[in-house]
């Protein structure tokens, strides 16, 4: 049975666009994220998807879809070519900058089956790329493969700088003995550090990075988290490893 474009409603209705990333507990089930705007494809792809044990979310749009990635971080990306307010192509890019985005495996699907398409979409980042109209049963064994694939770069869920770790999945900071209490921004912005320490990050580029396309952030907003980051990491009296680089930006590194 291929996988047609219009067609009755199955009745299964799909996840809501605004749907949390189910908490990442053991026998969670994979959360895939599907970004379409037609709605007979977005129905077929949910209850197929939740027939194989998936969880689903739903993104109708491109802005919608780079928000939803970011915020409930799936563990695979059904990504349509064609959408409004930006493409599927626009979408992959940008997600690939990402840290959170960058290894999250992405299927591209699409009407369009020219190989010049195909290569346009695997170099701007797409794991694998799968034609319209296409079987049920295919893109399930797709999406297996890619998951596999993905699994050592995602299994690779905590950081460790000194004496400072930090447990991705479980979303949880410890300094030494101390667990920390980190609100989400302080939590994502150290993040970004541990990634890569010792680099030095200017407030524009944390800006991009951290708070990504959010509106009506100031560059000086930077320091009042980097202020409350501080805090709490060195709320036992530790050394502080948050260095400020003069009219430049922030790195962490070993004082």
């Given amino acids: 049975m291929m996988m047609q474009t219009t067609g009755p409603n199955t009745g299964m209705e799909s996840s809501m666009s605004g749907s949390k990333r189910p908490e990442n507990t053991a026998g969670a089930k994979p959360l895939v994220l599907i970004v379409e ?41 059904l990504l349509d ?33 020219e190989e010049q398409d195909k290569l346009r979409g695997l170099d701007m980042g797409a794991d694998d790329y799968l034609t319209k109209p296409f079987s049920p049963q295919e893109l399930l064994a797709r999406l297996r493969a890619v998951l596999r694939r993905s699994q050592p770069a ?20 410890s300094r030494g003995d101390m667990a920390l209490e980190l609100a989400p921004t302080e939590f994502r912005l150290l993040r970004h550090f541990m990634q890569f320490p010792g680099r ?11 708070w990504g396309r959010e509106k009506d952030v100031e560059p000086r907003t930077v320091d009042v988290h980097i202020r409350r980051l501080r805090k709490a990491l060195n709320a036992n009296g530790d050394s502080d490893v948050i260095r400020t680089v003069r009219e430049v930006g922030y790195a962490l590194d070993l004082p």
Wanted: glycine letters at 4%.
């Fill in 37 to 77: 705007d037609e709605e007979a494809i977005v129905t077929l792809l949910d209850y197929n998807l939740r027939s194989a044990g998936y969880d689903t979310v739903v993104a109708r749009d491109g802005e919608e879809a780079v928000d939803l990635a970011l915020t409930t971080e799936p563990n695979a990306i």
């Fill in 81 to 113: 070519w064609m959408l409004p307010l930006r493409s599927g192509l626009e979408v992959c890019r940008h997600l690939r900058r990402y840290p959170e985005t960058s290894d999250v495996p992405i299927i591209m699907l699409t009407a369009r089956g």
């Fill in 154 to 173: 995602r299994l690779k869920e905590i950081l460790v700088f000194a004496d400072i770790q930090m447990d991705q999945g479980m979303h949880k900071v």
């Fill in 200 to 210: 030095v990050f200017s407030r524009e580029q944390l800006l991009d990075s951290v």
